[in-house]
């Protein structure tokens, strides 16, 4: 089992850019594959970045493709999402995930254990 703890959200203008970080504790985290998902009142969870164990391959939501990138330290045991020219739409909680099996999802429902969420708003 492991535990997620998200950090990193807040405040920012449009244009402007967060990271967000992800620490995990207990199982060794490199052997799991890793996502960032976000969710809206009233909205399903969606997805938006995955990476896998080692940090070699990615997957990206179309909406953040080109502004998000997301990364690894398994020294550090944290996955992180660095968040560029963010919208107003971008506004959400952000949670971050793991997938037990290693294998990179787009699927909410491939993963295993959630972190509480942080919330990052994009003022207009």
């Known amino acids: 089992q492991v535990q997620l703890v998200e950090s990193g959200g807040g405040l920012v203008q449009a244009g402007g850019s967060l990271r967000l970080s992800c620490a995990a504790s207990g199982r060794t985290f490199s052997w799991y594959a890793m996502g960032w998902f976000r969710q809206t009142p009233g909205k399903e969870r969606e997805f938006v970045a995955a990476?896998?164990?080692?940090?070699?391959?990615?997957l990206y939501a179309d909406s953040v493709k080109g502004r998000f990138s997301i990364s690894r330290d398994n020294a550090k045991n944290t996955v992180y999402l660095q968040m560029n020219s963010l919208k107003p739409e971008d506004t959400a909680v952000y949670y971050c995930?793991?997938?037990?099996?290693?294998?990179?999802?787009?699927?909410?429902?491939?993963?295993?254990?959630w972190g509480q969420g942080t919330q990052v708003t994009v003022s207009s």
């Open positions: 990476i896998s164990r080692s940090g070699g391959s990615t």
């Open positions: 995930a793991a997938e037990d099996l290693g294998i990179v999802h787009r699927v909410k429902a491939e993963y295993d254990y």
